[in-house]
């Protein structure tokens, strides 16, 4: 056999085998032993149909058998020689029949894996958010745990209806006189200034008197959750039947007790420290180890495969596909959403081709590996923080291809660990931090 190589645009790399005479007689010659042995002829004993017969009756599929098999052998022998790494399947093209007592010769089209050179792995220069709690978060909790512990109080004197109450109502909405799906409703509860309706519901009750019926006319902003109803004008009917007031309770030891056998205040507001300062280091940690990916990416050029990065898009594409149908929108304005976004579709899809490149060779390159402990290790923590029995969950890792995903995970975290134990990190101040790439494409 001989090869050829041509290096076309970007990765693709074609290949042309030419396999000479004999060895395509040599591989008729054996298909067609093959079939003699194996097929049951009328008249003749197996092994003993003359080959002059076998010809007539199986030309075509020995012709298939043989392309196959010398198409197979040759793109092996063609990328050993030439030491070759393909990425997925080649695109095989055969220049001309494949016939008895002629020269066979075909080509094959296909990307190779990009050359992958770490240029600078230590000394990544990263931003960090400075992280400190401050009282006034901690108020915050303190009064949504007020607001929880509330209760509602009538509103014995006669006066409208203001912001800050609670409106016992019924409602009944229309969009050009149909009436609106899970737009009704009969003694409703609803505090005004909660923002729990649509813009403007619950600015149309304040000045309302108990007993009292009004129509709200409103539109549903352009931006709305459920695709259909975004920009739709509405009329609510509306009854307000009675008011009420919200009355909290102090912030004491006794409220402390209440919400979690905490001692005393002092017990509870330190829970409540310690609650966000483990959600906001959570936060921050991924921020940084964002910016460490971006910033290796950034130092680390790396050719980007079409094909793998087409797949990439498509599932990235797809992943939104689901989750914005869950939120509502309607399959006609995702195609026009994905028309408009298709270049963040495009940059994330590249961006995340060449992270895995470089993570994969810095793994290798420094032995950074997970191990099966790890994985299982993982898995067991995922049952037990979705409440999901464990044989469960790993007869689900063990389709699809997640358990590998998963593994990758694992050793890019390991990664990331490694490239921040060398990393050049400045703390900022929040309102200091340089946007980095996660948040430009969210």
């Known amino acids: 056999m001989k090869s050829s190589i041509e290096k076309n645009e970007g990765l693709v790399r074609k290949v042309t085998v030419s396999v000479p005479e004999a060895d395509v007689n040599e591989a008729f010659k054996n298909v067609?032993?093959?079939?003699?042995?194996?097929?049951?002829?009328?008249?003749?004993?197996?092994?003993?149909?003359p080959i002059s017969k076998i010809r007539g009756l199986y030309a075509d599929k020995a012709r298939q058998d043989v392309a196959e098999n010398l198409v197979n052998r040759g793109y092996e022998f063609a990328i050993r020689e030439h030491s070759l790494a393909p990425l997925g399947n080649p695109h095989i093209?055969?220049?001309?029949?494949?016939?008895?007592?002629?020269?066979?010769?075909?080509?094959?089209?296909?990307?190779?894996?990009?050359?992958?050179?770490?240029?600078?792995?230590?000394?990544?220069?990263?931003?960090?958010?400075?992280?400190?709690?401050?009282?006034?978060?901690?108020?915050?909790?303190?009064e949504n745990i007020r607001k929880s512990n509330s209760t509602e109080v009538p509103i014995l004197i006669d006066r409208p209806a203001e912001m800050g109450d609670v409106a016992e109502i019924d409602f009944f909405g229309t969009i050009n006189g149909v009436p609106l799906e899970k737009g009704a409703a009969?003694?409703?509860?609803?505090?005004?200034?909660?923002?729990?309706?649509?813009?403007?519901?619950?600015?149309?009750?304040?000045?309302?008197?108990?007993?009292?019926?009004?129509?709200?006319?409103?539109?549903?902003?352009?931006g709305y959750?459920?695709?259909?109803?975004?920009?739709?004008?509405?009329?609510?009917?509306?009854?307000?039947?009675?008011?009420?007031?919200?009355e909290m309770p102090e912030i004491n030891d006794e409220l402390a007790k209440k919400v979690g056998d905490f001692e005393n205040v002092d017990a509870l507001k330190e829970a409540i420290k310690k609650d966000i300062e483990s959600r906001e280091m959570g936060r921050i940690e991924e921020d940084v180890n964002a910016r460490i990916i971006e910033k290796l990416v950034e130092e680390n050029p790396v050719e980007v495969p079409q094909q793998i990065k087409n797949n990439q898009k498509a599932q990235i594409i797809e992943d939104s596909r689901q989750k914005m149908q869950q939120q509502g929108m309607t399959p006609e304005n995702f195609e026009e959403y994905k028309k408009k976004?298709?270049?963040?579709?495009?940059?994330?899809?590249?961006?995340?081709?060449?992270?895995?490149?470089?993570?994969?060779?810095?793994?290798?390159?420094?032995?950074?590996?997970?191990?099966?402990?790890?994985?299982?290790?993982?898995?067991?923590?995922?049952?037990?923080?979705?409440?999901?029995?464990?044989?469960?969950?790993?007869?689900?890792?063990?389709?699809?291809?997640?358990?590998?995903?998963?593994?990758?995970?694992?050793?890019?975290?390991?990664?990331?660990?490694?490239?921040?134990?060398?990393?050049?990190?400045t703390e900022l101040p929040k309102d200091k931090l340089t946007e980095n790439q996660d948040k430009k494409e969210a």
């Open 225 to 246: 959750h459920e695709a259909k109803l975004a920009g739709q004008p509405v009329d609510f009917k509306v009854k307000l039947h009675k008011l009420f007031k919200k």
């Open 93 to 142: 093209h055969v220049n001309e029949k494949l016939e008895e007592n002629k020269e066979f010769s075909f080509s094959a089209e296909f990307e190779v894996k990009p050359e992958v050179v770490i240029k600078k792995m230590e000394g990544l220069e990263v931003e960090k958010e400075i992280f400190a709690v401050n009282d006034s978060e901690i108020n915050d909790v303190l």
């Open 341 to 425: 976004w298709d270049h963040q579709f495009e940059d994330t899809a590249a961006f995340m081709v060449k992270s895995t490149f470089l993570v994969d060779e810095i793994s290798k390159t420094n032995n950074i590996s997970c191990s099966e402990e790890d994985v299982e290790e993982r898995i067991q923590m995922h049952s037990l923080q979705m409440g999901l029995p464990l044989d469960k969950l790993k007869e689900f890792y063990e389709k699809d291809g997640r358990k590998g995903n998963l593994r990758f995970q694992l050793t890019q975290e390991k990664v990331i660990e490694f490239l921040k134990s060398k990393a050049k990190i």
């Open 32 to 49: 067609y032993e093959y079939i003699n042995n194996t097929v049951s002829i009328k008249g003749f004993r197996k092994g003993k149909v």
């Open 186 to 222: 009969e003694n409703f509860k609803i505090e005004l200034g909660s923002k729990s309706f649509i813009e403007g519901f619950e600015e149309g009750l304040v000045g309302m008197n108990p007993g009292v019926e009004t129509t709200i006319s409103l539109k549903f902003p352009e």
